[in-house]
């Protein structure tokens, strides 16, 4: 399985963006879709997941009500949608995925995954 983020950019505090995260040698609505960031000097968090068995999506607090998480099932394709964006979203994202069974207080957790694409870079400033 071999992931691809990329929509990254510069935006201005209170733009959008949309990440994508396609996939070669898997159909991504049987996995679970995870996206991370990690900004300099900081750990890595998960940002959003969206869980295979049941859809259940799930948001970190600082996102929540800003960012969406969706499926193209037809483009093969997870989208993170960005909204009211701050310099403090500032940071590399990262797509994961995994097949297998995530519980939901595990579905932000870099652990529950197993393939990872490479990051892109979402720089937030005036």
């Known amino acids: 399985v071999q992931l691809q983020a990329y929509g990254g950019g510069l935006v201005q505090p209170g733009g959008s963006l949309r990440l994508s995260c396609a996939a070669s040698g898997a159909t991504l609505s049987d996995y679970t879709i995870g996206w991370f960031r990690q900004a300099p000097g900081k750990e890595r968090e998960g940002v959003s997941c969206?869980?295979?068995?049941?859809?259940?999506?799930s948001y970190a607090n600082s996102v929540k009500g800003r960012f969406g998480i969706s499926r193209d099932n037809a483009k093969n394709t997870v989208y993170l949608q960005m909204n009211s964006l701050s310099p403090e979203d500032t940071a590399v994202y990262y797509c994961?995925?995994?097949?297998?069974?995530?519980?939901?207080?595990?579905?932000?957790?870099?652990?529950?995954?197993?393939?990872w694409g490479q990051g892109t870079l979402v720089t937030v400033s005036s």
């Open positions: 969206r869980r295979r068995s049941d859809g259940h999506t």
């Open positions: 994961a995925a995994t097949r297998r069974g995530i519980i939901v207080s595990e579905c932000r957790r870099d652990r529950s995954y197993d393939y």
